[in-house]
């Protein structure tokens, strides 16, 4: 059942909205609902889109602490 919901937003904010939607294709509600159930995160840009996740991929899924000793034993041979 859909209810409705209203929001108080800054007008930069409703701008970005409204691009966003319409350039995926959605209704500024649908957006929202994907993203308050976890089923598309809404990025602020293309670019954004291409780097999330980047940083995990060149750790090669290895623990802070792995790389952490990695760098350490590269730097003083420890």
């Known amino acids: 059942m859909k209810t409705k919901l209203t929001l108080s937003i800054d007008k930069k904010t409703l701008t970005?909205?409204?691009?966003l939607s319409e350039k995926r294709g959605k209704s500024i509600s649908r957006l929202f609902e994907e993203y308050v159930e976890g089923n598309q995160?809404?990025?602020a840009t293309p670019i954004a889109d291409s780097l999330?996740?980047?940083l995990?991929?060149?750790a090669g899924n290895k623990s802070y602490e792995e790389l952490r000793a990695e760098a350490?034993?590269?730097k003083y041979g420890v």
């Open 16 to 19: 970005k909205a409204k691009r």
């Open 56 to 58: 995990k991929k060149a």
């Open 52 to 54: 999330r996740g980047i």
């Open 41 to 43: 995160p809404i990025s």
């Open 72 to 74: 350490m034993k590269e």
